[in-house]
Every structure is written in structure tokens, then in C-alpha cells.
């Protein structure tokens, strides 16, 4: 079955930067959409940064100026590069996967999403 098993989070002071990793599992679709999704305590969840099997990229608007999503084929593992960090960037952070490509709205239709991990904090101070 497939798993998703996200790391990398941590405390970081605001300005400072991390690197959340997932490594991907049992997911044996040549079509997919993966994507980081956050949620704060008390918010909605909302959407990061996507990528497909493409190389397709969305974002957020409020972070496309400093998140990067990546991937690493060979080692089945997404990535999310956050720079210049702010408090309100304190948030559970999980990684999600679902068999489409990834569309201008796949942010915002995390339902479609039927595979997530289980999330890594990043607390920002």
C-alpha cells in the first residue's frame, strides 16, 4: 500500500530556513500529483506547492516567492525548500499525493487527495 512519510521539521527562528522531505512508498502510478499541504492550529489546511510527474509546479500565491517543491525520482522523495520563514509559517506540514496531474485549483481540492503521511511541525519564532 502506498505510504508517504514526511521529515525535516523542526523550531527555526523567523528568517531562517528548512527542508521537508518525503519519502514515498507503494505508489506504483506513472500519473501523479504530489503536494505539501499546511495546517495551523485552530486554521483550515491549506495548500503549499504541488508537482506532478510532469515537473508541473503550483503554488501558493502567498508563498511561490519562497517555497520551491522538488523531487528526486531516483529516491522517491518530494521535497519542500522553505526560505526566509515567518511565525504565521508555523504549521503541521504534510505531504499528499492523488492519480491525476496537478492543476491550477489542486491546492484547494485537497479532498482529491486519497494519500497523506502523517505531517512534521515547523515552529517558527
Known amino acids: 500500500h502506498v505510504q508517504l512519510v514526511e521529515s525535516g521539521g523542526g523550531s527555526v527562528q523567523a528568517g531562517g530556513s528548512l527542508r521537508l522531505s518525503c519519502t514515498v512508498s507503494?505508489?506504483?502510478?506513472?500519473?501523479?500529483?504530489m503536494a505539501w499541504f499546511r495546517q495551523a492550529p485552530g486554521s483550515e489546511r491549506e495548500g503549499v506547492a504541488g508537482i506532478d510527474t510532469t515537473g508541473n509546479t503550483t503554488y501558493a500565491d502567498s508563498m511561490k516567492d519562497r517555497f520551491t517543491i522538488s523531487k528526486d525520482n531516483a529516491k522517491n522523495t518530494l521535497y519542500l525548500e522553505m526560505n526566509s520563514l515567518k511565525p504565521e509559517d508555523t504549521a503541521m506540514y504534510y505531504c499528499a499525493a492523488r492519480l491525476s496531474y496537478c492543476y491550477s485549483d489542486s491546492l484547494a481540492r485537497a479532498a482529491d487527495f486519497g494519500h497523506w503521511g502523517q505531517g512534521t511541525q515547523v515552529t517558527v519564532s
Open positions: 507503494g505508489y506504483t502510478s506513472s500519473t501523479w500529483c
